[in-house]
């Protein structure tokens, strides 16, 4: 399984994209600014496209995608989210105001998008790939991700706060990849609960919950342009805080855009 980081950023900046993972060559996570990197000929591919939740840095790319690519394509892209959030999109995005409503373009019966609805917990297997849902804890309602590949699953936090959930889930799967979030620094971390993100302080605390027996990369995603150097700094701290402190050696890495990953 190949997975393509399009955009990893928490903002917009140069060489900074937010949130869009490319799932080999039909599926996206997520629907970010870095989709924009994309070709005409690699969207027209996309089939399927699985959002974390309705935040603009999440799908903003997705309308100008759908206009790009509709005379080029045949069958509907499909748009896989939760109920909420879908009903985000209708109402503030394909509402004929802001964008029109390609779910009713041309025809209803055949538009140009099509939304399916998804619950945490829920898994579906597509062109061989296993896609599970997982929960998230956000300023809305929001899952997260993780993906069966040959090494084992890759996992991707979404947007969220302190999520036991998702630890338990990761301390019960053979997980070759995790991808978390941490929007915030230290200094911002009042900021980052209120808006219910991870900053560096709180990431220590969530990484705390994983087994001693789990070994896998773990990289860091959604880092404002302006903070990443800092945060990624504050993380170094807490990773080398001495023997018998909250803190445990975990492969903590900066994730990318460019990145491509083959699991």
């Known amino acids: 399984m190949k997975v393509r980081v399009l955009g990893c950023s928490g903002s917009i900046a140069k060489d900074c994209h937010t949130t869009s993972f490319l799932i080999g060559d039909n599926l996206l996570i997520d629907a970010g600014t870095g989709v924009g990197d994309l070709t005409l000929e690699e969207m027209r591919k996309i089939d399927h496209v699985y959002l974390t939740h309705s935040h603009l840095d999440h799908i903003a790319a997705l309308p ?53 609805p998804i619950a945490v917990g829920e898994q579906v297997t597509i062109d061989g790939r296993v896609l599970e849902v997982l929960p998230a804890v956000h300023s809305v309602p929001a899952v997260a991700f993780a993906l069966l590949g040959n090494t084992g699953w890759w996992a991707f936090s979404g947007d969220t706060e302190r999520n036991p959930a998702f630890w338990s889930w990761i301390n019960a799967r053979p997980v070759c990849q995790l991808v978390i979030e941490t929007a915030f620094s230290n200094r911002e971390s009042s900021l980052a609960a209120r808006s219910l993100h991870l900053s560096p302080i709180t990431l220590s605390q969530e990484l705390a919950q994983l087994r001693t027996d789990r070994a896998f990369p773990i990289y860091i995603t959604h880092t404002k342009p302006s903070e990443t150097e800092l945060i990624m700094d504050e993380i170094r701290r807490f990773e080398t805080a001495p023997v018998g402190s909250a803190a445990t050696a975990h492969d903590i890495r900066w994730l990318r855009a460019g990145d491509i990953f083959d699991l």
């Open 64 to 116: 100008l995608m759908l206009d790009a690519v509709s005379s080029l394509r045949d069958i509907p892209v499909e748009v896989h989210a939760l109920p909420q959030t879908i009903d985000a999109l209708q109402a503030h995005i394909f509402n004929n105001v802001i964008w029109p409503d390609f779910s009713t373009i041309p025809t209803a019966e055949q538009p140009f998008l099509r939304y399916r």
